[in-house]
């Protein structure tokens, strides 16, 4: 397989509100783009609230890592995916909805993650809470993930909300060799978590892609400053097997939203501007096909610069439809 995804895998039930004040009744704040997790308990009652103050639009399979993979497989690449969803009709659902993804190493058990997704009315902006399954438990990495990775040119890894997934995770990506890459996008949970508990990451990672919110959490400093600091953490000791010519090492893709995104380098820094939209239907999942926009030029042999435009096309083609409902019309060039 080309790329291996592994991270959560959510049922993502997305919901229209006038804003997000709806959610202090539950004792929830919550800011615009913001992500954060909460217990199954509480997402229950959520779900009961919003039934009430806020209309349901969509329904779809959902995670960070998956979504990616799923735009990757759309684009023609061989995806794979790790991971673990319930044993459940919303596990079936969301297993469904990973079109042209092998999903044999996808584990069953216990009760399917919730991705509530609340869209304001008028700014389209989204905001997520996450409740993890329960006794959706992650697993060991075993000599089927093993074998499956050999065969991979890169493992694409997002955050996981129990405890024990980032070193399960760590542990996946001590099997790549130097020769293959890891793309790692940690989401705010994991970048909440802060430099030290995600160093065993990084330290492997050769692709790392974040927002300017997730620096500040995870360095406590300004997004410039932030970069600066985050770069050296990097896998430096394999650069030769990047593909890029110019950009002397490992690369972090800064995602800004409508102001586009940034790749800075050791050697290179370059910016592209966003693509212009004339709707914005959803803008969940943009960032996560922003990265299979970039890892898709990227496994063609494109530069740099291709990688970026190629990366802001889809996202903005993601802008158009609920969830991975766009996913049907993706062009394969």
């Known amino acids: 397989m080309?790329?291996?995804?592994?991270?959560?895998?959510?049922?993502?039930?997305?919901?229209?509100?006038?804003?997000?004040s709806v959610l202090k009744t539950e004792g929830v704040r919550l800011k615009?783009?913001?992500?954060?997790?909460?217990?199954?308990?509480?997402?229950?009652?959520?779900?009961?609230?919003?039934?009430?103050?806020?209309?349901?639009?969509?329904?779809?399979?959902?995670?960070?890592?998956?979504?990616?993979v799923c735009v990757?497989?759309?684009?023609?690449?061989?995806?794979?995916?790790?991971?673990?969803?319930?044993?459940?009709?919303?596990?079936?659902?969301?297993?469904?909805?990973?079109?042209?993804?092998?999903?044999?190493?996808?584990?069953?058990?216990?009760?399917?993650?919730?991705?509530?997704v609340l869209l304001e009315k008028s700014t389209r902006d989204r905001a997520m809470i996450v409740a993890a399954g329960r006794n959706a438990g992650v697993n060991a990495p075993d000599e089927n993930h093993v074998h499956a990775l050999s065969g991979s040119r890169i493992l694409h890894l997002s955050s996981l909300v129990q405890e024990e997934g980032m070193d399960f995770q760590a542990r996946l990506a001590a099997f790549l060799r130097d020769d293959q890459i890891l793309s790692l996008d940690p989401g705010e949970i994991y970048a909440r978590r802060g430099i030290k508990a995600l160093s065993p990451l990084l330290s492997r990672t050769d692709f790392l892609f974040v927002t300017e919110q997730e620096v500040r959490m995870m360095t406590g400093e300004p997004p410039d400053r932030g970069l600066e600091m985050l770069l050296p953490l990097l896998r430096t000791s394999a650069s030769s097997c990047l593909p890029f010519k110019y950009t002397g090492g490992p690369v972090i893709l800064c995602k800004q939203g409508a102001r586009g995104a940034t790749l800075y380098s050791p050697s290179l820094k370059q910016r592209v501007h966003a693509r212009k939209v004339s709707e914005i239907v959803d803008n969940t999942g943009a960032g996560d096909s922003f990265n299979a926009g970039f890892l898709h030029a990227m496994l063609a042999g494109r530069d740099e610069s291709c990688c970026l435009n190629q990366a802001v096309r889809m996202a903005a083609l993601s802008l158009g439809g609920y969830g991975r409902n766009w996913l049907n019309n993706v062009p394969k060039n």
Do not use: W
């Open 72 to 116: 990757l497989a759309a684009l023609g690449e061989s995806t794979g995916f790790i991971g673990t969803v319930g044993d459940d009709t919303h596990g079936q659902r969301v297993l469904s909805s990973m079109k042209g993804v092998d999903c044999s190493l996808v584990a069953r058990q216990g009760r399917t993650s919730l991705c509530i």
């Open 32 to 68: 615009p783009g913001q992500e954060i997790s909460i217990d199954f308990d509480a997402a229950e009652r959520l779900l009961l609230l919003l039934e009430r103050h806020g209309a349901k639009v969509a329904e779809s399979g959902g995670g960070s890592a998956a979504n990616t």
């Open 2 to 20: 080309d790329v291996i995804g592994s991270g959560a895998l959510n049922l993502d039930l997305m919901y229209e509100v006038k804003d997000l």
